[in-house]
């Protein structure tokens, strides 16, 4: 909807600086910094996500310009058109059991043994902070049983879906729909009709 940005390209040695500088001191370190130089880049990157606070600060030393800065620069497709954003929302609790029962299906589907199997090939560093990865390799190498994986796989999970609502209620062009549990997907779609039909 805002275009996407174009980006900077990366500076493998600075990441690599900022990473050591992060596994010494903490991320709590850098993330004080990219506040200090984008403010703006801070307020929405969380204190653990090291990632992209090492993306914003690699971004601000190679530009000498913040990163949400350079963002503001691109052009999308909001204003451009009539456009509507909905976000589909459920009650919590009812989200954390669905989230709970879809990790118990993984499980039962077979998710070990593809997770084994995958342990063999040369892995990205992305891919090994997926969740459900991170937690079965962690059984895998006998870190704790499989129930405490399943236990880790489903808080990352909710920590995940908390993190993505907060972030999309950032958003006030965003329009929100309660779903609830008997709604069928012709439901939600009637009532995203009507609500479009009524304004």
Known sequence: M????QGVTSDELLRKKLEAEADRRGNAVLYDRLKKVDPDSAAKIHLHDRRRIIRALEVYMKEK???STLKKERSGLWGKFDIRIFVLNRDRAELYDLINRRV???LKEGLVEE??????RKWSPAADKVIGVRQIKGFLRGEYDL???CYLMKLDTRHFAKRQLTW???DKRLE???VRPQDTSSKVVARILEKIKDE
């Open 104 to 106: 118990d299906a993984m």
């Open 2 to 5: 805002d275009g996407i940005f």
């Open 115 to 120: 997770i084994r199997s995958l342990m063999k």
């Open 147 to 149: 129930n405490r994986a």
């Open 65 to 67: 310009k913040p990163l």
């Open 176 to 178: 929100w729909i309660d």
């Open 168 to 170: 999309f209620r950032k």
